[in-house]
């Protein structure tokens, strides 16, 4: 990507996990995208050369993404993914290179919400205070979701989902969840990453969006810890951290 101003916020040394620990690329920040900046930050070719095989985010002019496996994509409005080209715009991307062989794994068999998956993960990996991405692969009894109508002017996000934003529920699927923590301790990331969880699912059959909650019913789950975390600054340089933290929290869960 010409002219990017690439940021390493900083570095923290594991000595858990040596080897298990990644960088975590993250394209635009979330103040500039609230404020209704969907312009392009970088383009899907871009993107993979700098390795990222998983992530979450929007397409430019907004649109669910999700990276996984080397594969972009994006959802309409209804939920239907398709996979984007290599000179298609994306407007906000938390990414990273994922090793599955190399993550941590372990295998569930009983019913959890994400939500306690995720506190087990944090738990069982002594995460809480560390980034990680994870992938959930398995049996759902539901996902709960949402999509957005697309938009090529600047108007803010929050206003924009309140009257373009459609939610919608899967029962009985197959899917993958693709997540990406980032905790609220790490007070430098706030207004750049979503804090304290961003997650987006797509099943076999091409449907895809944004996780509001969801069920596992039995599953796998591959968990890599970031160590490092590169912030590639929005293009127009507005580089404002100021965010409500509550209005993130609520764009992230249900509205029901």
């Known amino acids: 990507m010409q002219n990017k101003l690439c940021i390493v916020l900083f570095f ?7 080897k298990n620990t990644h960088i975590e690329n993250q394209y635009n920040t979330l103040t500039n995208l609230f404020t209704g900046d969907y312009s392009s930050q970088v383009s899907v070719k871009e ?10 985010g929007a397409a430019a002019g907004l649109g669910e993404l ?3 496996n080397g594969k972009y994509y994006v959802a309409d409005a209804q939920g239907n993914a ?3 080209k290599p000179n298609d715009g994306i407007s906000y991307l938390t990414a990273t290179h994922f090793n ?9 068999n009983k019913p ?23 992938k959930i692969i398995g049996e759902f009894q539901y996902v709960h979701a949402r999509n957005e109508d697309r938009v090529f002017h600047k108007v803010p996000l929050n206003q924009w989902l309140k009257n373009h934003q459609h939610e919608f529920s899967l029962t009985d699927t197959k899917a993958t969840i693709v997540s990406f923590y980032t905790p609220l301790s790490m007070t430098n990331l706030k207004g ?5 969880l961003h997650n987006h699912f797509i099943t076999p059959e091409m449907k895809m969006g944004h996780v509001l909650s969801a069920k596992l019913l039995s599953g796998h789950v591959y968990v890599q810890k970031l160590s490092d975390v590169k912030v590639y600054n929005p293009k127009n340089g507005n580089l404002s951290k100021n965010i ?11 509205s029901n």
Do not use: C, W
């Open 12 to 18: 923290i040394s594991f000595f858990t996990f040596a």
């Open 192 to 196: 750049i990453s979503v804090q304290p």
């Open 66 to 68: 999700i990276v996984l």
């Open 244 to 254: 409500d933290q509550k209005e993130v929290a609520q764009l992230e869960t249900s």
């Open 100 to 108: 599955t062989n190399q993550a941590l794994e372990f295998q569930i």
């Open 82 to 84: 398709k996979v984007m």
């Open 47 to 56: 993107a993979k050369k700098d390795k990222n095989n998983l992530g979450v």
């Open 112 to 134: 959890m919400t994400l939500q306690q998956i995720q506190e087990l993960i944090l738990k069982k990996y002594h995460l809480k205070n560390s980034l990680y991405a994870s």
